[in-house]
């Protein structure tokens, strides 16, 4: 395992200056469906994950591992095309590190994203549910082990993980731009296999809107590091149990990829809000 040290986030840091001196206000995380969503924004750089020593390289078909520099409506984006996650084989500390390193190159707003399947009984596929909590007892924290003190301290507040004045922006984007937008808690698990039927119903007990497989440990890092934090969930798919079909990643890409122009023309309408 590699150790999570500052030394590793700074050492980051200097092999993405080698190619770009950008820096960045607000970081954008792509999920499933909106990894092109970059190719509408003004670029000034592009850094390949495997240009970056030591850094974990995305092994899910359709995530393209690179960070995207330039402008998304006027606003100085890091985007990152792919994310990595836990059930590829990385530690916790790995899963994070692209956050970190995105809050290092001087992003102080993190903006994600992700395909998740529906519980709330109120959800349909191809609804976009903005996130106002979530449940992370399911997954290790990323921040399990020695504590990093230059990025935040040993026991930090989770208390609103999700600015409230960031959902604010996003639920007026979403109304300007007369798209439907629900709201809710996003729990993650490990996957990579989809829930039961039973996982499900006890998620839903819990209080859980939607699940995914990412999220929430890079929201917990963030916070951590004391970035603003907002995030929206395409539901890609309903639940197991819920579906009336057996769930597949076919199924999510279909979906997320349907609804891919609404929720990059909510994503855009919010960036811009977020100008500081
Ligand atoms: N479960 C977990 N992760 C997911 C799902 C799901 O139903 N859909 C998209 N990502």
């Known amino acids: 395992m590699l150790i999570p040290s500052w030394e590793r986030i700074e050492k980051c840091v200097s092999d993405v200056r080698k190619k770009t001196d950008f820096v960045p206000e607000l970081a954008l ?39 995207f520099f330039g402008y998304v409506e006027g606003v100085k984006c890091v985007i990152m095309q792919g994310r990595v996650h836990y059930y590829e084989g990385y530690t916790m500390e790995e899963v994070v590190l692209p956050v970190r390193l995105m809050n290092a190159l001087g992003a102080e707003t993190l903006f994600l994203t992700n395909a998740a399947g529906g519980i709330s009984p109120t959800f349909s596929a191809g609804d976009f549910m903005l996130i106002n909590g979530h449940i992370s007892s399911f997954v290790p924290s990323p921040l399990i082990g020695k504590n990093i003190d230059r990025l935040g301290v040993r026991f930090p507040d989770m208390s609103e993980v999700y600015d409230k004045n960031l ?87 279909e979906t997320a990829d349907r609804v891919a122009p609404d929720f990059k023309r909510l994503i855009s309408a919010s960036v811009k809000k977020m100008k500081k």
């Not at 592009?46 to 995305?58: K, L, M």
């Not at 996003?186 to 859980?208: C, D, H, R, W």
């Not at 929430?216 to 995030?231: F, I, L």
């Open 167 to 253: 959902r604010e922006i996003i639920k007026q984007s979403a109304s300007e731009q007369n798209i439907a937008l629900k709201e809710g808690v996003y729990v993650q698990l490990t996957g990579p296999n989809f829930e039961t039927p039973q996982e499900i119903k006890m998620l839903s007990m819990l209080g859980a809107d939607a699940v995914g497989m990412s999220t929430v440990c890079e929201a917990v890092a963030a916070k951590h590091a004391g970035m603003s934090v907002c995030g929206i969930s395409c539901i890609s798919n309903l639940a197991a149990g819920i579906s009336k079909t057996p769930l597949s990643h076919a199924e999510v890409s």
């Open 29 to 67: 995380v792509l999920g499933s469906g909106l990894g092109d969503f970059a190719e509408s924004a003004e670029a000034v750089a592009v850094v390949n994950y495997s240009e970056i020593d030591g850094f974990p390289v995305s092994t899910v078909p359709g995530h393209k591992g690179r960070f």
